[in-house]
C-alpha cells in the first residue's frame, strides 16, 4: 500500500530531490571541510528552487526536508555525553521533527507528516518473527562491526552509573529520532511524490549520512545503507511507526550492550568477538 501516490512530475522533480538528499553526505560526511559544506548548503537552495519552479507542492514538501538538514549542519551530532550537549541535541532534534510536522498539518494543511501506528490491529508472524531475527542478527553482526573497526571508539568510554545511563537513553533516543525523521518525514514525503524504490533509496542516503557523524564510519555504511532501505520497506508494508521503532530499538539495545563490552569487556563478557587490548 503507498503512502501517499506519486503525482506526475517533470524530470526535474528528481533532480531537485536528489540535490536535497546528496546536500546530507556534504553537511554531515565531510563535516568541517568549508568547500563541502557550501556544496552541502548549495545543493539545497539549488534543489528548493528547482522543486518550486516544477511543483509548488514539491517544493514545500523538500523545504520540510531541507530546513532540518541545515539546523542539524549547526551542531555536532557525534557521540557525546556531556549534558550540554545532550540537551543541545536533543533540543535539535526534537524541533527537526516538531517543525515539519507543524508546518503539514497547520500551515499547508495537506496533514502528509504523520505518524501512523495500526492501532486495533496486532502484528502478524511474520512480523513478530522479524523481531526475534532482529536480535539475532545484532548479537552476530554489531560485535564485528564495532570491534573490527574499531568504530567503537567513536562512543566515550562510560564508567559511571550517570554515564551508562546517559549512553543507554541517548543511543534510545536518536534510534527512536531516526524513525520518525528519516522515515516519518524525509521518506513520507519524498513517497508523495515518487515511486517506492526512488524515495526509499534518497532517504537511505539522508540516513546513512547522519549516522556517519554519530559514529558508524569506517564499513559501517555497508550496515547502515541495507538498514535504513529496510526500515523504509517496512514501514510501506506496515504502516506502523511503532513497529519500525520497536525494530530499531532492539538493534540498539545490542548496539550498546556491545559498546559497553568494547570498553569494559570483564564487565559484560557475552559476546564472541574479544576487544583489542588497550
Known amino acids: 500500500m503507498n ?34 559544506m557550501g556544496i552541502g548548503y548549495a545543493a539545497l537552495a539549488i534543489g528548493l528552487v528547482i522543486a518550486f519552479t516544477n511543483n509548488r507542492a514539491l517544493g514545500r514538501d523538500l523545504s520540510l526536508i ?33 517543525f515539519p510536522y507543524v508546518m503539514s498539518r497547520w500551515v499547508f494543511r495537506d496533514h502528509v507528516v504523520r505518524f501512523p501506528g495500526r492501532p486495533g490491529e496486532p502484528w502478524s508472524r511474520g512480523e513478530w518473527a522479524w523481531l526475534g531475527a532482529v536480535l539475532v542478527l545484532g548479537y552476530l553482526i554489531l560485535p564485528v562491526y564495532f570491534i573490527t573497526s574499531g568504530s567503537y571508539q567513536n562512543w566515550p568510554a562510560v564508567e559511571t552509573p550517570s554515564e551508562i545511563a546517559r549512553l ?15 522515515i516519518c518525514i524525509v521518506f513520507a514525503l519524498l513517497r508523495r511524490h515518487f515511486p517506492f524504490w526512488t524515495a526509499n533509496v534518497l532517504q537511505a542516503i539522508v540516513f546513512v549520512s547522519f549516522l556517519w557523524e554519530l559514529g558508524y564510519r569506517s564499513w559501517g555504511p555497508a550496515l ?55
Open 224 to 278: 547502515t545503507l541495507p538498514f535504513a532501505l529496510i526500515q523504509g520497506w517496512i514501514f510501506e508494508k506496515s504502516r506502523s511507526v511503532w513497529y519500525i521503532i520497536t525494530v530499531h530499538l532492539l538493534f540498539d539495545v545490542v548496539v550498546f550492550l556491545v559498546l559497553v563490552y568494547a570498553h569494559h569487556p570483564e564487565w559484560l563478557p557475552i559476546f564472541f568477538v574479544a576487544p583489542p587490548a588497550p
Open 3 to 36: 503512502i501517499n501516490p506519486p503525482q506526475s512530475l517533470g524530470g526535474g522533480a528528481l533532480v531537485a530531490a536528489t540535490l536535497i538528499a546528496m546536500a546530507a553526505p556534504a553537511l554531515f560526511v565531510t563535516r568541517g571541510i568549508p568547500v563541502f
Open 66 to 98: 531541507a530546513v532540518p538538514l541545515v539546523a542539524i549542519s549547526f551542531i555536532s551530532i557525534e557521540a557525546n555525553l556531556e549534558w550540554s550537549n545532550i540537551a543541545l541535541m536533543g533540543s535539535v532534534l526534537t524541533l527537526c521533527v516538531v
Open 168 to 182: 543507554f537513553v541517548g543511543v534510545g533516543f536518536v534510534g527512536i529520532w531516526d524513525e520518525l525523521f528519516f
